[in-house]
């Protein structure tokens, strides 16, 4: 089955910049979305369509798109970005599928 | 305010059914894809099934394909999950979420998840 795989974890400074990546052999031709959650809470979109951002979300996020890899970009990251993030997209079958996550850390 | 509302969780023996309700407001619901993601305690998100906005188009993920039937009353701008054939591995919080927008004759099913619930609770053991 289609995998996408993400870095268990990321740690980061405040005012730095953490970067996500997400891997997967069909992103090439199929878009990525991003999901920001935060502990007891449903997810919220981040990114979609690899690099635009929805009405609402910081413009410190970014997604950008690679070959097989997408990023999600944090720049200048706060305390309140300490959340669990996950990629989204789709393969061939018509099967979404989500990443295996991962946990930001703000020191 | 545009929001979706899950309810129908609950304790149920392996085996058994249970049906998940979704009730939409605040956008127009028949013009919107919708899904069904999942999270087991402690794991990630896992989708379980999406439809399309008129309901002539479903997708299942492996793991509940034949057991779950995803389903929608735009009359009643809610969005259904009959789940079957329970196993203790389908315990988790269940969310519904909205998908792409419809346009006349394209519905992208498999696209963003905009607009989450809070989710609801199903435990399934004996």
């Known amino acids: 089955s289609y995998e996408l795989t993400q870095p268990p974890s990321v740690s980061v400074s405040p005012g730095q910049t953490a970067r996500i990546t997400c891997s997967g052999d069909?992103?090439?031709?199929?878009?990525a979305y991003w999901y920001q959650q935060k502990p007891g809470q449903a997810p919220v979109l981040v990114i979609y369509k690899d690099t635009e951002r929805p009405s609402g979300i910081p413009e410190r996020f970014s997604g950008s798109s690679s070959g097989t890899t997408v990023t999600l970009t944090i720049s200048g990251v706060q305390a309140e970005d300490e959340a669990d993030y996950y990629c989204q997209s789709a393969d061939s079958s018509g099967t979404i599928v989500f990443g295996t996550g991962t946990k930001v850390t703000v020191l | 305010e545009v929001q979706v509302l899950e309810s129908g969780g609950g304790l149920e023996q392996p085996g058994g059914s249970q049906r998940l309700s979704c009730a939409a407001s605040?956008?127009?619901?028949?013009?919107?894809?919708m899904s069904w993601v999942r999270q087991a305690p402690g794991k990630g998100l896992e989708w379980v099934s999406s439809?399309?906005?008129?309901?002539?188009?479903?997708y299942y993920a492996d793991s509940v394909r034949g057991r779950f039937t995803i389903s929608r009353d735009n009359s009643k701008n809610t969005l259904y999950l009959q789940m079957n054939s329970l196993r203790v591995d389908d315990t988790a919080e269940y969310y519904c979420a909205r998908g792409d927008f419809c346009s006349s004759g394209s519905c992208y099913v498999l696209g963003r998840m905009d607009v989450w619930g809070q989710g609801t609770t199903v435990t399934v053991s004996s």
């Open positions: 605040g956008f127009t619901f028949s013009s919107y894809a």
């Open positions: 069909a992103l090439p031709k199929q878009y």
């Open positions: 439809i399309s906005g008129s309901g002539n188009s479903t």
